[in-house]
């Protein structure tokens, strides 16, 4: 499922992403794109799919983990993005977030990671990542659980079952 912006000036926002199967892609499950200036991509909302065993955004950087979304900016803020109610299995990273300008926002909420990391921030973006299932009760980055890579991520509070 992608959702790009491609030329200048373009714009993709308001779009929702829900109910799906999203398992066995070459590239995340998911993949949000931004690479030009005044381009918009915004308010879009990524809600009660199933991803899996999907590969890597080569536009993150090759040397990455399969990841089930990736949401990559490399000039513009990305603000109002919504990932909920998702669950995640068999990729190395569920959520990778590579946006440059600190100004982005991303939401993430009430999703069940079971990857090695949750949820990593590539860029200067800041992520909400509480009310998650981070594969254990005892939260992101405990043994055992799936973890945050990057800075600029809250978790607290997080889950302690699966939604």
């Known amino acids: 499922m992608g959702i790009f912006t491609a030329a200048p000036g373009a714009k993709n926002y308001g779009n929702t992403v829900s109910g799906n199967i999203l398992t066995g892609n070459a590239l995340p499950g998911v993949a949000m794109h931004s690479h030009a200036p005044a381009q918009v991509l915004d308010d879009n909302i990524i809600i009660g799919n199933r991803i899996s065993g999907n590969g890597t955004d080569g536009d993150l950087g090759s040397s990455l983990p399969p990841m089930g979304i990736s949401v990559s900016s490399a000039v513009v803020p ?65 043994s055992g659980c799936s973890t945050t890579s990057g800075s600029n991520i809250a978790t607290d509070p997080w889950l302690t079952s699966p939604f």
């Open 78 to 142: 990305v603000k109002g993005t919504v990932i909920s109610q998702n669950v995640f299995k068999g990729e190395g990273m569920d959520i990778a977030v590579n946006v440059s300008n600190g100004a982005s926002a991303l939401s993430a909420h009430f999703n069940s990671f079971f990857g090695a990391i949750g949820v990593g921030n590539l860029g200067a973006g800041s992520i909400s990542a509480t009310a998650n299932w981070w594969k254990c009760s005892r939260g992101p980055g405990a």
